[in-house]
């Protein structure tokens, strides 16, 4: 089997891993050995730089800074993770990638979407994903629903006018590349949303064997 790189990405609580979890399920039952990731994580020293990044206390935090650290995570991953699933066949689901940088720094902390991915280029060596799906939700709603989940990050801290920045930011990149990233209304139950991401691999699969 050749190797599938996924992408789940949206704002802070539109529901990524819920749809992982019934993703992962359903591309093991096709037979594919399925690996799943977190970004700013995966590895453990990528786990470290995220307890730095989302550190509430580290208000001081440059723009640069943040965006640099989120690619130094992502480029461990992409090495010690990433690069050799794909190259073993794997289907790989990373909850968020490349595409969160471009909207959260690039866009929402206006360091500018060409700068973020310049930056990110080096750190991923080009690899992107194949499909990625971008759970498409008002900020207000995601940030209610993570609120129910845990005690909120540095990130989730920031303004509302932050996270609508990040919503709209989603809206508009995906609407440069249709190809590669798929817009879901995340306001959808969880059942219709993994409807939604089965027919649309499906799809996928389809167009590779066409
Ligand atoms: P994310 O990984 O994007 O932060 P989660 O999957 O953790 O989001 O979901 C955040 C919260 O919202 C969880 O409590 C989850 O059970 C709930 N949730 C997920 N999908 C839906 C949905 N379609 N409708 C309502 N609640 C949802
Ligand atoms: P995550 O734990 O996935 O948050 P959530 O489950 O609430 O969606 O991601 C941590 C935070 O980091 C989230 O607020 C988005 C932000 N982020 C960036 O700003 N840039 C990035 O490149 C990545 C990967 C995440």
Known sequence: MQGIFISMEGPDGSGKSTQITLLKDYLEGLGYETLVTREPGGTVISEHIRTIILNKEYTEMGYMTEALLYAAARAQLVTEVIAPALKAGKAIISDRFI???AVYQGMARGLGV???YQINSFATQGIMPDITFHLDLPAKVGLARAKGRAALDRMEL???????RVAQGYRDLAA???NRIHTIDATASIEEIHARIVQLMDQYFKSKQD
Not at 158 to 164: L, N, V
């Open 99 to 101: 595409d969160s940088s």
């Open 114 to 116: 060409d700068n973020v």
């Open 158 to 164: 920031e303004s509302t006018a932050f996270h609508e």
């Open 176 to 178: 440069l590349d249709r």
